[in-house]
T-cell receptor, first 111, second 115 residues
């Protein structure tokens, strides 16, 4: 069965600092998705990574995918308060028509 | 309407009530999903419908009953719920190719409180 693990689960960081969130998965997949969820809200798509070595950047966030290592990273550069949210990675569960989500990383950026 | 819509957005019900949650997707996708999100718990997949057929139900209690009349609409019928069923219920849709789900698009969710 496909397992998706994120770490850390909780991250408190100061504004201006850099940090990386990690997402490991247990079976072969050539794609991975990152989502953001604000408190009390739904999930919104952040990045779609469709191949080994894929890198996507938007603002202070950059996501990458290494399918051989079964690892994706979400790097935060010079964090700002607006980035405070929960971030989920998700991997397609082949032949099951669905997606498996990590437990989420709750990020809090403090002034 | 665009994307994925859900109604109602908030629902309070007693344990003996019967209610239904509705989801509609305007993206032309062929798969729809129900998720449950409880406080401090991971996202739980409840049901998957692909091409209007239920593919997976993840051992969800029978007090939750899904219905997918067509590829654009998904319902979750609720009856005799328990207080621990209080949660945010999220609907999502995606395009499935060869058994693999593409990017999922989520609705705004229904916040359910069971008294």
């Amino acid at each position: 069965e496909l397992k998706v693990e994120q770490n850390p689960l909780f991250l408190s960081m100061q504004e201006g600092k850099n940090y990386t969130i990690y997402c490991n998965y247990s079976t072969t997949s050539d794609r991975l998705y990152w989502y953001r969820q604000d408190p009390g809200k739904s999930l919104e798509s952040l990045f779609v990574l469709l191949s080994n070595g894929a890198v996507k950047q938007e603002g202070r966030l950059m996501a990458s995918l290494d399918t051989k290592a079964r690892l994706s990273t979400l790097h935060i550069t010079a964090a700002v308060h607006d980035l405070s949210a929960t971030y989920f990675c998700a991997v397609p569960y082949y032949n099951n028509n669905d997606m498996r989500f990590g437990a989420g990383t709750r990020l809090t950026v403090k002034p | 309407e665009t994307g994925v819509t859900q109604t109602p957005r908030h629902l309070v019900m007693g344990m003996t009530n019967k209610k239904s949650l509705k989801c509609e997707q305007h993206l032309g996708h062929n798969a729809m999903y129900w998720y449950k999100q409880s406080a401090k718990k991971p996202l739980e997949l409840m049901f998957v419908y692909s091409l209007e057929e239920r593919v997976e139900n993840n051992s969800v209690p029978s007090r939750f009953s899904p219905e997918c009349p067509n590829s654009s609409h998904l319902f979750l019928h609720l009856h005799t719920l328990q207080p621990e069923d209080s949660a945010l219920y999220l609907c999502a849709s995606s395009q499935v190719h060869g058994g693999a789900a593409g990017e999922q698009f989520f609705g705004p969710g229904t916040r359910l409180t069971v008294l």
